[in-house]
């Protein structure tokens, strides 16, 4: 997956928002103001997600 793979991906979910609010090359998805992922545009080597603990194991 490269980054444009995954921003599209991103913003198909519905009523998904794309910000930068830490720097200009940190990408993050919210849904309700609540970010549910971010990844680097520049150097994309990872992808944070966030998840329900218990949903997770």
Do not use: H, N, Q
């Amino acid at each position: 997956m490269d980054v444009l793979s995954f921003r599209d991906y991103c913003l198909s979910l519905p009523l998904t928002e794309e910000t930068t609010p830490f720097d200009e090359t940190t990408l993050v998805y919210k849904i309700g103001g609540k970010m549910y992922a971010c990844a680097d545009m520049e150097a994309f080597e990872w992808i944070a997600v966030k998840c329900d603990p218990d949903e997770a194991i």
